[in-house]
């Protein structure tokens, strides 16, 4: 779109651009054309785009990608947008906060790219609502004042450097790839932007750790960033001890560690007793027949080696909402890691019994040992439950989960009606004994 097209958009819909809602409307045609290529679109691909405005980005996205999802907070822009895409059924257009609007959605319509000139006033709350783990977005591309990218991308040393910087960097690789300067915007900001690409961080490239403690480690200690960092944490264990750990003195103050010490950090101060353990290849379980009856006991490598037949169960947990709380599975398992699954899911100890089991499953997983379990039914062994004889269970449960993070990644609580498209649209992401249990626990609710 050209300036005057866009200003004629402006005096349209009655538009004054609020220095509030930071409406800095992008007019340069040729920076426009070059930003939108930087998500390196491919038919299939779902673009959201938060703050499309006048649509100076729009109108180059809508032609190349499968879906375009555009969240704007402005009523008479969104209004202009739902017009102008009317005929147009693969534009969805939502008028909408988009530091609180649900991306959840945006799991069933993967591959998804995130773009977005982003308004100065809310810039870091929408990044946190879109592109904190767990995340849908496999590519941001974000155009921010200066000053905000440059505290996103500093490094331990950089005055700029702090919690902003950890929380982004925790997930993504962030590269700053343009600064555009204040005449390309109507109105004129009195500062330069800058045009920051985002990529995924490799899920294996850290040790697994717990990302809310982290979050709550970095938060008490850059709370006063000052002062030495110790005076911050929990009493155990002994800092003495960390600090050698880290390699750091025991007078350090929080910017001085990079992302690697304050994962280790964390690590060291997980009380999980599974924290660190995915699992046990000489656990033993009981081999079954096709009646489930026993045969005999194996290690849990000679099971899955061999294909043996054995027990499992899987506990799906709803909460008030009667959403289904799904764990992704961590990168460290044996078996299908990084996908979805159910709530808490584990095999039979040799000699244990299901609801047992089930039981200790729930509370080893999430840390929920008290929530009544209801059994659904069973399955029976095949290839797509691994040769398992599965028992399936529900609970409800609406308190906080802790899980061990060498297990699981993330746990999120999701609608049912969107699992089932996100399923039907994508079964690749899911655990394949997940889906045949939650047709079965379908065919209850």
């Known amino acids: 779109m050209k300036a ?28 426009a054309r070059w930003i939108v ?19 100076s980005l729009t109108e180059h996205l809508a ?15 969104a209004e202009y947008q739902r017009n102008r895409w009317a ?31 982003l308004p100065y006033s809310a810039g870091g709350p929408i990044m946190a609502n879109f592109l904190t783990s767990p995340c849908a977005c496999s590519r941001a591309v974000i155009m921010l004042q200066k000053e905000l990218v440059d505290r996103i991308l500093a490094r331990p040393g950089d005055d700029a450097y702090g919690l902003l910087s ?11 790839l343009k600064v555009v300067p204040p005449e390309a915007f109507s109105p004129r900001p009195k500062i330069d932007s800058t045009v920051m690409l985002l990529t995924p961080r490799d899920e294996r490239a850290l040790p697994p750790y717990d990302h809310r403690l982290m979050d709550e480690l970095m938060r008490r200690c ?23 750990e880290l390699g750091i003195s025991p007078t350090a103050r929080p910017e001085e560690l990079g992302l690697e010490q304050w994962v280790r950090l964390t690590r060291l101060y997980d009380p999980h007793p599974l924290a660190d353990i995915a699992q046990k290849n000489d656990e033993c379980f009981d081999v079954v027949d096709e009646q489930d009856t026993v045969l005999r006991q194996a290690t ?66 999430l840390g929920i040992a008290e929530a009544p379990l209801i059994r659904i039914g ?44 996100w399923i039907s649209r994508r079964p690749q992401d899911f655990a394949s004994s997940f889906i045949h249990c939650w047709q079965l626990v379908r065919q209850h609710m």
């Open 4 to 31: 005057t097209h866009i200003r004629e958009v402006l005096t349209e819909h009655h538009v004054t651009p609020s220095k509030a809602l930071g409406q800095n409307f992008l007019i340069d045609e040729n920076i």
């Open 37 to 55: 290529a930087q998500l390196e679109l491919s038919p299939e691909d779902c673009v959201v785009e938060v703050g499309p405005g006048a649509g």
């Open 63 to 77: 032609p190349l990608c499968r879906k375009l999802i555009l969240v704007e907070f402005d009523a008479r822009l």
């Open 87 to 117: 005929d147009s059924p693969h534009v969805e257009v939502h008028h909408a906060d988009g530091a609180t609007w649900d991306p959840r959605p945006l799991f069933a319509e993967q591959p998804v790219k995130f773009i977005g000139n």
């Open 166 to 176: 950890l929380r982004i960097q925790m997930d993504w690789c962030g590269k700053a």
């Open 222 to 244: 850059f709370a006063q960033r000052r002062k030495q960092m110790h005076k911050q944490l929990p009493a155990a264990p002994a800092w003495a001890g960390v600090a050698a």
């Open 300 to 365: 849990r490598a000679e099971v899955h080696a061999q294909g043996l037949i054995h027990r499992a169960v899987h506990i799906l947990v709803f909460n008030k909402n009667r959403d289904c709380l799904l764990q992704k599975r961590s990168a460290l398992k044996d078996k299908q890691p990084c996908v979805w699954d159910s709530s808490a899911a584990g095999h039979l100890d040799a000699g244990e019994d299901y609801t047992t089991a089930a039981r200790r499953e729930l509370e080893e997983e």
């Open 378 to 421: 069973h399955l029976a062994p095949s290839p797509a439950t691994g040769m398992e004889h599965v028992e399936l269970f529900v609970a409800r449960y609406d308190g906080r989960v802790h899980f061990p993070a060498a297990e699981i990644s993330a746990v999120m609580p999701f609608p049912a009606e969107l699992i089932d498209r």
